[in-house]
């Protein structure tokens, strides 16, 4: 079976429809619709059904498409490392960080990047991991870096673990709750609180200790995944900010910001990882991004290897 042929699979499973795979393949339709009769006459077997609103495998199409995936991935893999193996360029790059990372390590990485690398061209996505982790499958993205703990167990993805990053509630100085000591969850609450997407452990955690019924949803008077905005949101308004403590130090320390502490709250965090495609070979540029990765480097420092 001819790899290119396999690709037409896969992008006619992917798009459902001949006009639109046809394009995503570089071909015309008819040529698309040949090579997807001859699999099917390779085979012995009807690998679709032509619906008049789409086009969807059968039950031997779906048979086929899990090895023809796996087949076209790998062969993609192969192609890219043969590259990367006969000279090793650096070559451009693109990955994924969420809001967290987005928010404390992303510019001064990038201004790094650039003071040493200024040839290469490198793309970067904000979002979440639900967001993220589509781009990386669809191998838009060479890996990303977001919180976890929401990640779908997926035997295609690589999570590497990295540290903790640490998250509190912070207000602008002339806030009601400011001057007051330790608030509890129910007055920042009243004010509504500015956040992130936040992982379902937080969620539960926090709507337990605000005693929701069980089942109701934790309200967000803001959630927004631009910590950015949020933080502009917070100093011009009674907005609760809940943020990572690294994205705000520098606000905190010039008093434009106001730590809340809260009482009875245990500490909150986020588990950051680095999210790459099982199998496949990561390029030199992206080697280089993970190295520079502050989290990397204090996890490793922590387990006795220090990334140089």
């Not at 589509?134 to 990303?144: A, C, K, M, P, V």
């Not at 965090?269 to 991004?289: D, K, N, W």
Request: include cysteine; aromatic fraction near 6%.
């Amino acid at each position: 079976m001819d790899i290119r042929r396999l690709t037409h699979i896969v992008a006619l499973a992917d798009k459902r429809n001949f006009a639109r795979a046809a394009e995503l393949s570089n071909l015309s339709q008819p040529a698309l619709t040949r090579s997807i009769q001859a699999a099917e006459a390779e085979f012995g077997l009807r690998l679709f059904d032509r619906g008049s609103a789409e086009v969807t495998p059968t039950p031997a199409g779906a048979f086929v498409l899990e090895r023809a995936r796996r087949l076209v991935f790998d062969s993609r893999c192969l192609k890219r490392d043969m590259d990367l193996y006969r000279d090793r360029r650096l070559g451009d790059t693109a990955f994924g960080v969420g809001p967290f990372p987005a928010a404390t390590f992303l510019s001064e990485l990038l201004v790094g990047l650039r003071g040493s690398f200024a040839g290469i061209c490198v793309r970067v996505e904000v979002g979440n991991w639900d967001r993220l982790s589509r781009h990386l499958r669809d191998e838009d993205i060479e890996f990303f870096v977001a919180d976890t703990r929401d990640l779908p167990h997926d035997p295609a993805l690589l999570v590497r673990a990295l540290r903790r990053e640490t998250g509190s509630f912070y207000v602008r100085p002339g806030h009601p709750l400011a001057a007051q000591g330790a608030a509890s969850l129910e007055q920042v609450w009243a004010f509504g609180v500015a956040s992130v997407r936040l992982p379902r452990s937080v969620r539960a955690t926090l709507a337990r200790l605000l005693h929701l019924p069980p089942g109701d949803t934790l309200p967000l008077a803001l959630e927004c995944d631009d910590v950015e905005t949020l933080k502009r949101v917070a100093l011009a308004t009674d907005t609760v900010l809940a943020a990572p403590d690294a994205s705000v130090a520098a606000l905190v320390e010039q008093g434009v910001l106001v730590h809340l502490p809260l009482a009875g709250l245990p500490p909150l965090f986020s588990e950051m990882g680095v999210v790459t495609l099982r199998g496949r070979t990561p390029s030199p540029m992206a080697e280089v991004i993970v190295a520079r990765l502050p989290w990397m480097v204090a996890a490793e420092a922590t387990a006795g290897k220090v990334t140089p």
